[in-house]
């Protein structure tokens, strides 16, 4: 059948399983947004109210369901107001497929009105980017856009077409079923058996999983790892809720803002059981001092990640559940009991750090939260203090049940990636944010109001910037330069005004009554909770510290 170009678009994207799209009309995707209204009973388009709000929906959507969220602009602002969504999504391997419009054909080059180079601009933060200039590439670019997506190691992918493209007509013929990404595969070298012995010989084993754990799918075959060596288990930011609370041998978040006993073990372990992690700086500290006379073994589908920052004993590139599959019949269970007396004593340790304090200390709000939490509500946060609150504190029992900007650390993240979330889950979800970064996002209220989205909005609102502050603190001799926002801003009246559901709370207790009302309510709903600007996140690792000296009192 002969459709134009912008059906074409509409028609492939829910022949690729795409059931909602969020964007922002305009002029070089006008035809785009006609072809939406034709399809409109096949597939929804939440507006939202910023570009850079339609990425973080559709990267928040991909990061709740594994599968790739879409987003749409136009061309100039509308493109490069995606492109922090993107990189965000780049940086923490989300599959996304961004659709922008540009000016015809004959006006590229021109500097016609809102022509940008959105391909050019974003090469650094896709996994591929495409400029269709002809409409029978369309449906053929934008299959390939979902399968390199979705394949190895996931990530995003811009597609830029041309006005003329999208108005012009050719024969349509759409698949029966979804492009399948690549299909992967474990590691196919012959190191496994020398691994294998590497790990059977070492006294003090330590498992530590990242994002890539979630990704491949491989949370049972990690725990069993664990089993088997009689090793600890701890996650990067991106790893939290790859392995259940529950699991007893998991000691939590490692690295600059982890848990305690995370941080030490590894720092003490003879054999790190590295699991589609990057070993970044926030994990490692000074990488030329990290893990001195340790042998690293490092599993990870993407080779550029193997051996990129800290030197591996062993590098096997391969999916991560398959290659475990293969390893795992090869080591010797057995048992550590010298290493599990060690663990034992650093939680006793961390115990000791525990905040006892009463009233609204960042603890007692997470813990208030985590006891009316269920175990199929997740949990989104924006970027700050109160991202590493509630990465340490909140319990996870379930995959892809914690979401959060990790490598770009991206402030105004939390609500558009709550949004898609939620419509992507179709149920509701808890955003935990601070007052920093509600102020870069706010605007997507009006959003969540529009479509009724059920979103728990926790601000925790200390009237400053947070982390930075908390650095300046001990970094520049408590020298706040511009940390302090004054701001009069009443975020339960800006709220109520969009049309949420709003309430400010000043007790534990009060605490408590809103959030059994916040998570009962059908649509978007906020509580406003203030808490004191000098509250910290500890432990603390300084930037270029090492594991083994930890900040753990506010006094040190």
Same mark, same amino acid.
């Given at each position: 059948?002969?459709?134009?170009?912008?059906?074409?678009?509409?028609?492939?994207?829910?022949?690729?399983?795409?059931?909602?799209?969020?964007?922002?009309?305009?002029?070089?995707?006008?035809?785009?947004?006609?072809? +939406?209204?034709?399809?409109?009973?096949?597939?929804?388009?939440?507006?939202?109210?910023?570009?850079?709000?339609?990425?973080?929906?559709?990267?928040?959507?991909?990061?709740?369901?594994?599968?790739?969220?879409?987003?749409?602009?136009?061309?100039?602002? =509308?493109?490069?107001?995606?492109?922090?969504?993107?990189?965000?999504?780049?940086?923490?391997?989300?599959?996304?497929?961004?659709?922008?419009?540009?000016?015809?054909?004959?006006?590229?080059?021109?500097?016609?009105?809102?022509?940008?180079?959105?391909?050019?601009?974003?090469?650094?933060?896709?996994?591929?980017?495409?400029?269709?200039?002809?409409? @029978?590439?369309?449906?053929?670019?934008?299959?390939?856009?979902?399968?390199?997506?979705?394949?190895?190691?996931?990530?995003?992918?811009?597609?830029?077409?041309?006005?003329?493209?999208?108005?012009?007509?050719?024969?349509?013929?759409?698949?029966?079923?979804?492009?399948?990404?690549?299909?992967?595969?474990?590691?196919?070298?012959?190191?496994?058996?020398?691994?294998?012995?590497?790990?059977?010989?070492?006294?003090?084993?330590?498992?530590?999983?990242?994002?890539?754990?979630?990704?491949?799918?491989?949370?049972?075959?990690?725990?069993? +790892?664990?089993?088997?060596?009689?090793?600890?288990?701890?996650?990067?930011?991106?790893?939290?809720?790859?392995?259940?609370?529950?699991?007893?041998?998991?000691?939590?978040?490692?690295?600059?803002?982890?848990?305690?006993?995370?941080?030490?073990?590894?720092?003490?372990?003879?054999?790190?059981?590295?699991?589609?992690?990057?070993?970044?700086?926030?994990?490692?500290?000074?990488?030329?001092?990290?893990?001195?006379?340790?042998?690293?073994?490092?599993?990870?589908?993407?080779?550029?990640?193997?051996?990129?920052?800290?030197?591996?004993?062993?590098?096997?590139?391969?999916?991560?559940?398959?290659?475990?599959?293969?390893?795992?019949?090869?080591?010797?269970?057995?048992?550590?009991?010298?290493?599990?007396?060690?663990?034992?004593?650093?939680?006793?340790?961390?115990?000791?750090?525990?905040?006892?304090?009463?009233?609204?200390?960042?603890?007692?709000?997470? $813990?208030?939260?985590?006891?009316?939490?269920?175990?199929?509500?997740?949990?989104?946060?924006?970027?700050?203090?109160?991202?590493?609150?509630?990465?340490?504190?909140?319990?996870?029992?379930?995959?892809?049940?914690?979401?959060?900007?990790?490598?770009?650390?991206?402030? =105004?993240?939390?609500?558009?990636?709550?949004?898609?979330?939620?419509?992507?889950?179709?149920? @509701?979800?808890?955003?935990?944010?601070?007052?920093?970064?509600?102020?870069?996002?706010?605007?997507?209220?009006?959003?969540?109001?529009?479509?009724?989205?059920?979103?728990?909005?926790?601000?925790?609102?200390?009237?400053?910037?947070?982390?930075?502050?908390?650095?300046?603190?001990?970094?520049?001799?408590?020298?706040?330069?511009?940390?302090?926002?004054?701001?009069?801003?009443?975020?339960?009246?800006?709220?109520?005004?969009?049309?949420?559901?709003?309430? $400010?709370?000043?007790?534990?207790?009060?605490? =408590?009554?809103?959030? =059994?009302?916040?998570?009962?309510?059908?649509?978007?709903?906020?509580?406003?909770?203030?808490?004191?600007?000098?509250? +910290?996140?500890?432990?603390?690792?300084?930037?270029?510290?090492?594991?083994?000296?930890?900040?753990?009192?506010?006094?040190?």
């Amino acid at each position: 059948m002969k459709l134009s170009g912008s059906d074409i678009v509409v028609r492939t994207l829910v022949e690729q399983g795409v059931d909602v799209v969020f964007g922002y009309p305009g002029g070089t995707v006008i035809d785009i947004y006609d072809s +939406l209204y034709k399809y409109s009973d096949e597939l929804r388009h939440v507006l939202v109210a910023h570009e850079q709000g339609a990425a973080h929906a559709a990267d928040g959507y991909a990061r709740a369901t594994g599968r790739p969220g879409v987003c749409i602009a136009t061309s100039g602002p =509308g493109a490069t107001n995606l492109v922090t969504g993107i990189a965000t999504s780049f940086l923490d391997s989300t599959p996304l497929v961004a659709i922008t419009g540009n000016v015809p054909w004959s006006q590229i080059g021109t500097d016609s009105f809102q022509e940008i180079d959105i391909t050019g601009i974003t090469l650094p933060v896709t996994k591929h980017n495409y400029f269709i200039g002809d409409v @029978r590439d369309i449906a053929p670019t934008l299959r390939e856009a979902f399968r390199l997506a979705r394949s190895g190691r996931p990530g995003p992918v811009l597609v830029d077409i041309a006005k003329d493209a999208q108005r012009a007509t050719c024969d349509f013929e759409p698949l029966e079923a979804p492009v399948e990404p690549d299909p992967v595969a474990p590691y196919e070298g012959d190191l496994l058996p020398e691994v294998a012995m590497c790990i059977n010989k070492s006294s003090r084993p330590y498992v530590y999983c990242g994002g890539g754990t979630i990704a491949s799918g491989a949370e049972e075959q990690v725990a069993r +790892l664990a089993d088997v060596i009689d090793a600890p288990i701890a996650t990067s930011l991106m790893g939290v809720s790859a392995i259940s609370s529950d699991n007893p041998r998991l000691l939590g978040m490692e690295g600059m803002h982890g848990h305690y006993a995370a941080t030490k073990a590894m720092a003490a372990a003879d054999c790190i059981i590295a699991l589609g992690v990057r070993f970044n700086d926030r994990s490692t500290g000074d990488r030329h001092s990290f893990a001195q006379g340790t042998r690293i073994v490092h599993i990870d589908i993407d080779e550029s990640e193997l051996s990129k920052n800290i030197p591996d004993t062993y590098d096997l590139k391969g999916d991560l559940a398959l290659t475990l599959d293969r390893l795992i019949p090869l080591l010797e269970e057995t048992t550590h009991p010298d290493w599990d007396a060690t663990i034992a004593s650093l939680r006793e340790e961390e115990r000791a750090c525990e905040d006892a304090r009463e009233g609204l200390t960042p603890a007692n709000v997470m $813990r208030e939260l985590d006891r009316r939490l269920t175990p199929d509500v997740p949990v989104v946060t924006d970027v700050g203090q109160h991202q590493m609150w509630a990465s340490q504190m909140l319990t996870f029992r379930r995959p892809r049940s914690f979401i959060t900007s990790g490598g770009l650390g991206t402030m =105004g993240f939390g609500l558009g990636a709550a949004i898609g979330a939620s419509l992507g889950t179709h149920d @509701r979800v808890v955003l935990v944010i601070g007052d920093g970064g509600f102020g870069m996002c706010m605007t997507e209220l009006a959003t969540a109001v529009t479509n009724r989205v059920p979103v728990t909005i926790l601000l925790l609102n200390n009237g400053v910037l947070g982390m930075v502050r908390q650095q300046q603190r001990f970094i520049c001799d408590g020298r706040y330069s511009n940390t302090d926002l004054d701001r009069r801003t009443d975020f339960v009246a800006v709220a109520r005004g969009f049309g949420a559901e709003a309430e $400010r709370v000043s007790s534990v207790e009060e605490l =408590g009554r809103a959030l =059994g009302r916040a998570l009962a309510a059908e649509g978007p709903y906020l509580v406003e909770c203030p808490i004191d600007k000098d509250e +910290l996140v500890l432990p603390m690792m300084l930037p270029g510290g090492t594991l083994d000296n930890l900040i753990t009192r506010g006094d040190e």
